[in-house]
């Protein structure tokens, strides 16, 4: 086991073995910074030197390294972690920003999470200290890839298996933006930086305040890229101000339009008309089929673990009313629990203000399956359609 992080100063050092995350150039730097930046100076600090033994290729698009370090397979690097052969996972803080799956990564290969580190390269190395200070343990980096939150819980489309259940929402609900306010700065305590924050619903468009809140967002968290995630229903009525915000944010914020059959023949217009404000844009590709996930009978563990393992949404990392949670069921489950007198649990949220919170325990609360994910089951497709009205459990469960 890795003694990593202990400052504890041992007789003899002994070397960890490490997986790298990745292929690409930042996993590449990753291994030039261990090599001639932090194994030179941390026997000095107390932490064994590291040896890269692997890259492990996720994208199967990055090129082979010519470095002569051996490119695995997610088989092998399981096989190589079971048998000890690596203790460690090593991620360059590049690759962990976005909304990629990385939990579902770590647990297929049977990984404990105590047993990842970030190596925060984007930090100022000035001195010795500040070198083995950049590899830091998986549940204290400061840092989250990953964060939406939900200006407006109602939708003016209504379609069925919304996971938000949008169309249970039978008037308006926004955030109090004060409240918002508080909460998003009271999150910066334990997350310094935010690499993709998504700001979502419901349909966000429905919010007049939604300028208010891109501007908070990009004071709060600068380097953050936002991203307004729409259904594109009101988009061509929104006033210049909102694209004029929207562009004053970090590079790579814009707008995401997941895009139904209802705007099938809106496709061109809608891009002619970006085009024309100039804002960075992106669209899904129609959404003519939906998923289905919820299910009314209670999981075992067995499965109840199997479902959150493989699950992406628990890195849909939400903020709802002063909590943070993996996914946005435990905030919007009320809405279906409400409107057909359920009871599912609407539990695994923790609230930013409870005492003797840390960045450690968030993440480590965030990272586990809770009660409310027994209800969700393999996803199956079928076709889009609106909610009947009024909506019947069909809509909605399996
Ligand atoms: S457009 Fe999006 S938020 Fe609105 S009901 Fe459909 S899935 Fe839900
Ligand atoms: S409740 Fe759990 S299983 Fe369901 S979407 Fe959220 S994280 Fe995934």
Redo the contacts with the bound molecule.
């Keep these: 086991m890795s003694t990593l992080g202990n400052d504890t100063l041992q007789e003899e050092k002994e070397m960890i073995n490490a997986i790298v995350f990745g292929q690409n150039i930042y996993s590449q730097y990753l291994i030039k910074f261990m090599e001639n930046g932090y194994n030179k100076v941390a026997n000095e600090f107390g932490k064994e030197t590291i040896h890269i033994i692997a890259y492990w290729n996720i994208s199967h698009s990055d090129p082979l390294p010519e470095d002569g370090i051996a490119s695995i397979d997610s088989n092998k690097a399981k096989e190589m972690i079971e048998t000890g052969q690596a203790d460690i996972l090593l991620i360059a803080s590049q690759n962990y920003a976005g909304q990629q799956d990385f939990l579902s990564f770590f647990f297929s290969i049977g990984l404990d999470l105590d047993n990842i580190y970030i190596v925060d390269l984007e930090s100022e190395f000035s001195t010795p200290k500040s070198i083995v200070d950049a590899l830091i343990p998986y549940y204290s980096f400061r840092r989250l890839p990953y964060l939406e939150f939900h200006i407006a819980d109602h939708c003016n489309l209504n379609c069925a298996n919304c996971?938000h259940y949008s169309g249970l929402v039978k008037t308006p609900v926004f955030p109090d933006f004060a409240k918002f306010s508080q909460d998003l700065n009271r999150l910066k305590l334990f997350f310094d930086e935010i690499s993709l924050i998504r700001i979502l619903g419901g349909e966000p468009l429905l919010n007049p305040e939604i300028e208010d809140y891109i501007k908070l967002v990009g004071s709060v968290y600068p380097n953050a890229m936002i991203h307004i995630v729409t259904n594109a229903l009101l988009l061509q009525k929104m006033p210049d101000s909102f694209f004029d915000t929207l562009k004053n944010c970090h590079d790579g914020s814009g707008i995401w339009i997941s895009l139904y059959p209802v705007m099938n023949d809106k496709i061109d217009d809608l891009k002619s008309f970006l085009n024309e404000k100039g804002v960075a844009y992106g669209i899904s590709d129609i959404n003519s089929t939906f998923r289905k996930?919820q299910k009314l009978e209670r999981s075992d563990d067995e499965s109840l673990i199997k479902?959150?393992n493989t699950?992406f949404?628990?890195g849909c990392v939400n903020l709802y009313d002063g909590k943070i949670a993996?996914?946005f069921?435990?905030f919007t489950t009320k809405y279906f629990n409400q409107y057909f007198n359920e009871s599912l649990p609407e539990d695994?949220a923790v609230d930013l203000y409870e005492e003797c919170l840390t960045t450690e325990i968030i993440r480590q609360r965030i990272s586990k399956?809770?009660e409310?994910?027994r209800?969700?089951a393999e996803p199956v497709d079928g076709p889009w359609h609106t909610i009947h009205n009024p909506s019947t459990l069909d809509d909605w469960v399996l």
């Design positions: 996971e996930q479902k959150f699950c949404q628990k993996a996914c069921l435990p695994g399956p809770f409310r994910c209800y969700c």
